[in-house]
């Protein structure tokens, strides 16, 4: 029986596999780029490190697609792109140094900064003259092992020009080094210039393709060009990784999730789907078959098998890696938005509730009421919806509900309408009203087992209804903690490498304390004891104006509160245009104590766009407040 010999062709493996890595580059840095253009633009250490992306983007896409071209003049141009982007490399580098080391607190005085625009100049003039054959001469004819531009004796200088440049880069991030002050800051900035020197190192040996010795020897050269390219790939993710600590008010861990996850989704997935389709075409080309039918195969199956996976296990490698002792804190955070009943989903709930109880009572109409204080939030309801008319609202028939509900009647005879009251404990001897069930009094009296079921089925909306009231609170206290909490991670990441931030004046976006006492003021603003227990009335603002008001603290404080509101009307009369809304929002809600739903009526907006207003309102007349209290503090 006769065999059969496979032949390996080593340089063809090689050059195979040179060109998989040299477009795992490329993909990396360009997937960095987006994420560092993405989050955190703004920031110059991220521009400039968007720009050392963007020129080994050039290098390395250029390198890859000049090497499976087949026309002369289609590889030259991508061998000059390559070669501009290997110009800009050092310019753009000492660029980044020099804004890494103004960060630790070492500005430049002026004389770094002409020597960043000096070699700015020589390298963009270097670029251009790529494109005239001057920088680097025309295609050479022969692949020494792969195609490449002649060298001249401009080459040569640049290549020394190249070196200096990158020294000069290496020492300003050698002296960012020194200066930092912290063990942590320090051991990312080992991290920074570890990272930043291999990519500029590694780029070398684009100035040697051609040289004699490689071209003897192929072998050698490709297990260089795949070492350089293996170790760039991770380099550039440690930068990504270390850049996105500068100025970026978000916890350590927050920035270590969100870069693995872009990195697993992004880079990772393109760079094997490309990896396998490469080796399956390849494979294919030596069988003499141009076409593999088990591309697209090979490449849809590895994408979702690779989602698959990172769907699966990616939430637990996160765990591992970035968690730590603080698991459980952060499981139960993580958890909360799925978790959390939303106005929504409440109704809808709700809305179950009333249509189930419809059916057991055989009623023609139901209804629940929502009620926030006083004031009806929400209705939802079902059947006949005559029901509604009768809906208590006034405050002195919720109160009798409430006392009535106290001498544990489960269903209240309410004229035509059975009530249910929904309530909460808010101590050992009092209840507050959080919604109320009414339906349409049936016709015949009820059988137990049929009023068993409807109060398991209030029992359930009551339960509701106390989760949302809950999360209600939570959330106020995360809003309020919030500008307070970015205040801190702003401090954090300003000054994690200089601390002259810590000593800069700077007034937080809204007190979270002040802002509560204006909006309990607010509340109560023609009397109740949020406005006569209110800590405002210690304020100097309203001592000065005790005078004028014979000593009544109160009405000196609703002075101040009516003063705060008018310095944010706009000139000219009264009008229901957008200008207007903060201040239409304060004075028709609290001055004039309109209900929730006449003043978005007349606002044209919904309830929920008219609390988010009603907030950004109570927090300028917050922030107008304080700078009163500085002025008469000074």
């Given amino acids: 029986m006769p065999t059969t010999t496979v032949t390996v062709n080593l340089t063809a493996v ?59 003049h289609i590889t030259q141009i991508w ?27 070492r500005p430049s005085r002026g004389r770094r900064r002409k020597i960043v625009f000096a070699v700015y100049a020589v390298s963009l003039v270097m670029a251009v003259l790529v494109w005239f054959g001057i920088t680097v001469g025309g295609l050479a004819s ?52 570890a990272g930043a020197a291999i990519p500029a190192l590694t780029s070398i040996i684009f100035l040697f393709h051609g040289n004699r010795f490689f071209a003897s020897y192929p072998d050698f050269f490709w297990f260089i060009s795949i070492s350089l390219a293996s170790i760039t790939m991770p380099t550039l993710v440690v930068m990504a990784y270390v850049v996105s600590f500068f100025g970026m008010p978000w916890t350590d861990r927050a920035i270590k999730s969100r870069l693995l996850r872009w990195l697993l989704r992004g880079p990772f997935v393109v760079a094997v789907v490309l990896a396998l389709t490469t080796i399956v075409r390849r494979y294919g080309l030596s069988q003499g078959d141009p076409y593999n039918e088990y591309i697209p195969v090979v490449m849809v199956a590895s994408m979702l098998i690779l989602q698959y996976l990172i769907t699966i296990f990616s939430p637990r490698l996160e765990q591992k890696l970035f968690w730590g002792e603080e698991k459980g804190d952060l499981e139960i955070i993580q958890s909360l938005q799925d978790r959390m009943l939303t106005k929504k989903d409440l109704n809808q709930f709700l809305e179950t509730i009333v249509a ?58 309410w004229g035509e309408l059975c009530l249910i009251p929904l309530l909460d404990a808010v101590d050992l001897d009092d209840w507050q009203l959080l919604g109320i069930c009414g339906f349409k009094q049936p016709k015949e009296e ?32 995360i809003a309020m903690l919030q500008s307070e909490v970015d205040y801190i991670q702003d401090l954090r990441a300003s000054t994690s490498y200089d601390r002259r931030g810590l000593y800069q004046s700077g007034v937080r976006e809204a007190n979270p304390e002040i802002f509560a006492w204006v909006r309990d003021a607010m509340t109560h603003y023609w009397g109740g004891p949020k406005l006569t227990n209110n800590p405002l009335l210690s304020f100097k603002i309203v001592e000065a104006n005790l005078e004028d008001f014979e000593g009544n603290r109160i009405n000196a404080l609703r002075a101040v509160l009516k003063t705060a509101i008018e310095r944010t009307r706009p000139e000219g009369d009264r ?60």
């Avoid at 792109?81 to 140094?97: D, E, I, N, Q, R």
């Avoid at 200008?579 to 606002?603: M, P, S």
């Avoid at 300028?620 to 503090?633: D, G, K, L, P, Y």
Wanted: glycine content about 4%; proline content about 2%.
């Fill in 356 to 413: 189930s109880i419809c059916d057991q009572v055989q009623s023609e109409g139901c209804f629940i009421a929502v009620y926030d204080g006083n004031e009806v939030e929400s209705i939802v309801s079902a059947g006949d919806k005559s029901v509604l008319a009768n809906v208590p609202m006034v405050s002195k028939a919720l109160d009798s509900i409430k006392k009535a509900s106290k001498e544990d009647k489960p269903i209240l005879d």
């Fill in 142 to 193: 022969k692949k020494a092992p792969m195609f490449y531009l002649e060298r001249n004796q401009v080459t040569y200088w640049f290549g020394w020009f190249y070196l200096l440049v990158m020294f000069l880069a290496s020492t300003n991030l050698i002296r960012a080094t020194r200066r930092s002050v912290t063990s942590t800051s320090r051991r990312r900035l080992v991290y920074l210039l």
């Fill in 14 to 72: 090689l050059e195979t596999l040179n060109q998989i890595l040299t477009a795992g580059v490329t993909i990396t840095a360009i997937a960095l780029f987006m994420y560092a253009s993405g989050f955190n633009w703004r920031d110059r250490i991220a521009q400039t490190f968007a720009l050392i992306l963007l020129c080994v983007v050039l290098i390395y896409s250029s390198e890859t697609i000049a090497a499976i071209s087949v026309q002369d």
């Fill in 446 to 477: 009820l059988e137990p087992e049929t009023e068993d079921a409807v109060r398991l089925l209030t029992e359930r909306a009551n339960l509701a209804l106390q989760d949302r009231h809950l999360q209600k609170h939570v959330i106020d206290s």
């Fill in 79 to 105: 061998l000059q792109l390559k070669w501009t982007g290997l110009v800009m490399l050092p310019a753009v580098y000492l660029h980044f140094s020099d804004v890494v080391l103004t960060l630790t607190g």
């Fill in 575 to 634: 009008k229901y245009t957008s200008d207007w809304i903060l201040y239409n929002i304060l004075d028709l809600k609290f001055v004039q104590g309109e209900k929730v739903r006449e003043v978005a009526r007349k606002l044209s907006m919904s309830e929920a766009d008219l609390y988010r207003k009603q907030r950004v309102a109570l927090e300028n007349i917050t922030q107008m407040i304080v700078e009163m209290e500085a002025e008469h503090s000074e």
